[in-house]
DNA sequence: GCAAAAGTGTTATCCCTACACCCATGA
DNA sequence: TCATGGGTGTAGGGATAACACTTTTGC
């Protein structure tokens, strides 16, 4: 599944169904493993050809195997879940899938088959994993300013964050250094624009 | 797979295969899921087919799926782990499986497949979720003193800890609580015994 | 009485939290 | 000039870390 930041909320990308079973419910993309076919590879490839999305941060949630999971027959789904950068939206048009769009974590239809239960456990790793590593830079552009990044944890961690705290306790962990830039976003002073020293690296910090 | 601590050391469980491919070779339990059956319940039924161990912690590590991992065919592997608390080592004598034995993670031999690497990952999950839950508590007997609980810490944290500071620490939280008993055990001082007050419940402390 | 592990408190340090004012800009 | 978010430091409290002596038992 893909999840995102976008309008102030963390929002998760569904695809509609075009085919039985739940035809028309809103569902994750996703699809079959292909013979030979590793496992990261093929959430790449079915990621990327119903939403034209690639080169995303991507992990593994969980494998669910319960034999009436699926009405018609077995199925086991090892399942991935990616983050967008907010400046990374544009879905492809057209996909095969009849239709795709985001969803805000607050207000999700009802989900073909065990998706719902899914996205749950996704997002309580998504949490967890804010306070021991840097995920949180994968939904940032490549720059981005302090205020946008405690924006995105204010989100995920649904509470306001004292600004002078969150400064000092970013900075101190060394993982992001100034551009140079100043960001002119507004009637208001300028804000400095900051990048990861280590982009693309997910890193445990405890 | 299966870890215990034994002989003051985190110790895994390994079976030598008796069918090829790597016949001979050290391996995890564990086998096929049948159709119709949840992948839990599979990985209990050939951890007590292979083992006779039984009603242990157990939780999904991983699933592997690399094309090349096994060298006859395509095999994908959700794999798990269990923990036996360290008064029931006692293994089913003469299991269908040639030979079973514990080893020190700190010499391990060579195992078949990619075991060696699950392993890597399995031990890196255990040590991290010390930290964060009461998983420890699943290495223990029923009841034990707060020396043999700190002992399972330091084991896996490789670290001496401040006997004084540990005893506060683990008291703090409140999730265990005086049997009354005491326990002795040498020439010196009896230690009183501990149980916890939510037996076989892995709680999340943050 | 001696060896060996159990049991017990206090102090110093570090980290996290709370909190308010000036700055730079666009309108 | 005014509204808006950007930028900055300090003090207090709570948690963690360091540290040594007494107790109970078996031999």
């Given at each position: 599944m893909v999840f995102?930041?976008?309008?102030?909320?963390?929002?998760?990308?569904?695809?509609?169904?075009?085919?039985?079973?739940?035809?028309?419910?809103?569902?994750?993309?996703?699809?079959?493993?292909?013979?030979?076919?590793d496992?990261?590879?093929?959430?790449?490839?079915?990621?990327e050809e119903e939403t034209g999305l690639r080169d995303l941060y991507l992990e593994q949630l969980y494998?669910?195997?319960?034999?009436?999971?699926?009405?018609?027959?077995?199925?086991?789904?090892?399942?991935?879940y990616a983050l967008?950068?907010?400046?990374?939206?544009?879905l492809k048009a057209a996909s095969d899938a009849t239709d795709a769009a985001w969803f805000s974590l607050d207000e999700l239809p009802q989900l073909a088959f065990d998706h719902n239960k899914i996205t749950t456990?996704?997002?309580q790793r998504l949490v967890a994993k804010l306070y021991y590593s840097t995920i949180a830079f994968q939904f940032m552009p490549e720059t981005f300013t302090?205020?946008?990044?405690?924006?995105?944890?204010e989100i995920l961690r649904n509470e306001k964050l004292d600004r002078r705290n969150f400064r000092k306790w970013i900075l101190a962990q060394n993982l992001i250094e100034?551009?140079?830039e100043k960001r002119r976003n507004g009637n208001h002073r300028?804000?400095?624009?900051?990048?990861?020293?280590?982009?693309d690296q997910v890193e445990i910090v405890c």
């Open positions: 995102t930041i976008r309008d102030q909320q963390l929002q998760l990308l569904l695809i509609r169904r075009g085919i039985p079973p739940h035809e028309g419910c809103w569902a994750f993309p996703g699809g079959f493993l292909n013979i030979d076919e496992l990261e590879i093929c959430a790449k490839r079915e990621l494998t669910f195997g319960r034999p009436d999971r699926d009405p018609r027959e077995r199925i086991i789904s090892v399942t991935y967008v950068p907010s400046n990374r939206l544009e456990l996704a997002h302090l205020s946008e990044l405690q924006s995105v944890y100034e551009t140079g300028p804000a400095k624009v900051y990048r990861p020293r280590n982009p």
